[in-house]
């Protein structure tokens, strides 16, 4: 219970929760852009009443994800104040970019949207939540840019008289390889939750024989299935690509996610161990031979360095210490970061089977449609805790360690009071979001309009909800 363990129990706990409504958030965007689009384009009413009913469900995320995005600011400086003195230059730059023009061009724009309904022109509308959604995911670019600064960092130079790292060439850290891969995945990732979502809920309405409009959920449906397919499928291509680089970056995060504590070539993929205490030995596994090879290297004979051999080369790099993280914790939510995965994309190929032909699946798919959409965010989740945990005990790879970077001020009780105050206060949240989330579900579709065009009917568009 030092300052360390509970800072770093504090960031996770917030960091976890705020990455909730951060791929619904951009994911929501573009499916209601798109829903808009499909409206403008057909003026048929079951794709406004659809644009109307995702909308609500993303500003309520894009809410959540405001609230409790600010709050990680907030500790860099409060709990991790010497890692801001010694990056201050390098993070703060992406931050201060992130909300001065990412954030406020979504911000702006989804205001247009949310008060311009019968105020501007349908295309003029449209254009507002496309700039909204571009601008969620620009946001996304810079943020996940300055995290991938921490696995990876380039473009940098650290001054030996002040002690800090200062940035050198911004355009490297943001073409950082580490970041490019790692966008198109967590994109991917996003749109596989929304759809999920969006599965999820509207097959609940259509097995419960709740659909005020059966035509319209079942497009949901299938939209929102195959978007979940889809989206799988590139997150599996983008991870793979994203373990070749962890691999060639971080070593000993590719041998922890496997717990390899030996040198193989080739080397097997183990898809369930139960191991010794010390996590040293198999007891029982397991395995896929081969496999570990081709996801680090791309051959099936690739060499895979052990824990015990890279400890040995960071200690002749880096000065005696001990540089394996948690391996128990980096193996298994690796492993459940993909099977969670697998089976929300298994899901949506039966769905899409179910659907076919004018078919409804059975009651008994009802758990399986209502578990769903929790499926992608528990694979978000583990895949934040695996990045994170399995870089450990480094803050940023190779510069800084996670024990000297926390505040020096800091006591027990002061971190300790402060993180039972953010989980309570989030606790709170997460009862008020689901409430409005689960009313908003329960309505259905918003009710049609008489003019659908809604060019010139104001007070219809003040009727929305927003």
Do not use: C
């Amino acid at each position: 219970m030092d300052p360390l363990m509970l800072s770093r129990w504090q960031f996770g706990i917030t960091t976890v929760y705020h990455f909730l409504f951060v791929p619904l958030t951009i994911g929501m965007a573009f499916a209601t852009a798109g829903f808009q689009l499909a409206w403008y384009r057909t003026k048929k009413e079951s794709y406004l009443r659809l644009t109307r009913f995702v909308g609500e469900l993303f500003l309520i995320n894009f809410a959540l994800g405001v609230v409790t995005g600010i709050v990680q600011e907030f500790q860099f400086g409060m709990n991790w104040s010497s890692y801001s003195r010694f990056v201050g230059d390098i993070f703060g730059a992406p931050l201060a970019i992130e909300g001065l023009l990412a954030f406020f061009l979504e911000s702006t724009f989804l205001g247009l949207w949310i008060f311009g309904w019968g105020r501007l022109s349908p295309r003029l509308h449209l254009v507002t939540i496309w700039v909204a959604a571009v601008g969620s995911a620009i946001s996304a670019f810079i943020i996940l840019a300055a995290n991938s600064w921490m696995q990876h960092p380039v473009g940098y130079e650290v001054n030996a008289a002040t002690g800090r790292a200062e940035l050198k060439d911004f355009f490297a850290l943001l073409t950082n390889s580490t970041a490019l891969i790692t966008f198109p995945h967590t994109i991917a990732a996003a749109f596989m939750t929304t759809g999920a979502l969006l599965t999820g809920i509207a097959l609940w309405r259509l097995i419960r024989r709740r659909a005020d409009d059966e035509g319209a959920f079942r497009t949901t449906a299938k939209v929102g299935a195959t978007m979940l397919l889809v989206s799988g499928l590139l997150v599996a291509v983008t991870g793979d690509i994203q373990g070749k680089i962890m691999t060639e970056q971080q070593p000993m995060k590719m041998a922890a996610a496997e717990a390899l504590w030996t040198t193989e070539q080739p080397a097997s993929f183990s898809i369930f161990t139960i191991g010794s205490l010390d996590g040293s030995q198999d007891v029982f596994s397991i395995r896929i031979p081969n496999l570990l090879s081709f996801l680090a290297t791309g051959t099936l004979d690739g060499k895979v360095e052990g824990i015990n051999d890279l400890q040995t080369q960071y200690e002749a790099t880096y000065g005696a210490g001990d540089y394996t993280p948690n391996t128990a914790v980096t193996y298994w939510t690796f492993r459940l970061m993909i099977g969670t995965g697998i089976l929300a994309a298994l899901a949506a190929a039966w769905f899409l089977f179910g659907l076919r032909k004018g078919r409804v699946p059975g009651r008994f798919a009802l758990a399986t449609a209502i578990a769903l959409p929790f499926l992608p965010l528990a694979a978000n989740s583990f895949a934040w805790m695996f990045t994170e945990i399995g870089r450990q005990p480094w803050i940023v790879f190779g510069l800084m360690s996670t024990a000297s970077a926390v505040s020096p001020t800091s006591s027990t009780f002061d971190v300790l009071v402060t993180m039972i105050g953010f989980t309570v206060l989030y606790g709170a949240l997460a009862v008020v979001m689901v409430g409005l989330m689960v009313r908003r579900v329960r309505d259905g579709l918003p009710p049609a309009v008489a003019d659908a065009s809604l060019e010139h009917d104001a007070d219809a568009a003040l009727g929305f909800g927003y």
